[in-house]
């Protein structure tokens, strides 16, 4: 069991930056997958971004590639979301989502644990 707690959320105006934070209950590298999923209203979840279970590789969404980042302080149960150059589009609620498997996947019904998001806003 694996309890997920995302914080950092806010409101940014548009080219501005953001970090959100995951913290875990229990050490997830070598363990669990690590994923960012977001959903904005009226729309499904969408794939952000990801880490291996080995957390040696990193995916990324088509919206989040080249403005995104994702990593990970292990010493801390902590996976952050870097986001720059925010775009009104990137308005939505952020999920931090564990994967107990070995195989990364961007669909959301993979994932076992689920945090409960924090709500970014993105102003024009």
């Known amino acids: 069991q694996v309890q997920l707690v995302e914080s950092g959320g806010g409101s940014v105006p548009a080219g501005g930056s953001l970090r959100l934070s995951c913290v875990t209950s229990v050490r997830t590298e070598m363990r669990y997958i690590m994923a960012w999923f977001r959903q904005a209203p009226g729309k499904d979840r969408e794939f952000v971004a990801a880490?291996?279970?080995?957390?040696?590789?990193?995916y990324y969404g088509d919206s989040a590639k080249g403005r995104f980042t994702i990593s990970r302080d292990n010493a801390k149960n902590t996976v952050y979301l870097q986001m720059n150059s925010a775009k009104p589009e990137d308005t939505a609620v952020y999920y931090c989502?564990?994967?107990?498997?070995?195989?990364?996947?961007?669909?959301?019904?993979?994932?076992?644990?689920w945090g409960q998001g924090t709500q970014v806003t993105v102003s024009s």
């Open positions: 989502a564990a994967r107990d498997g070995t195989e990364v996947f961007e669909t959301f019904n993979a994932y076992d644990y």
């Open positions: 880490f291996s279970r080995a957390g040696d590789i990193t």
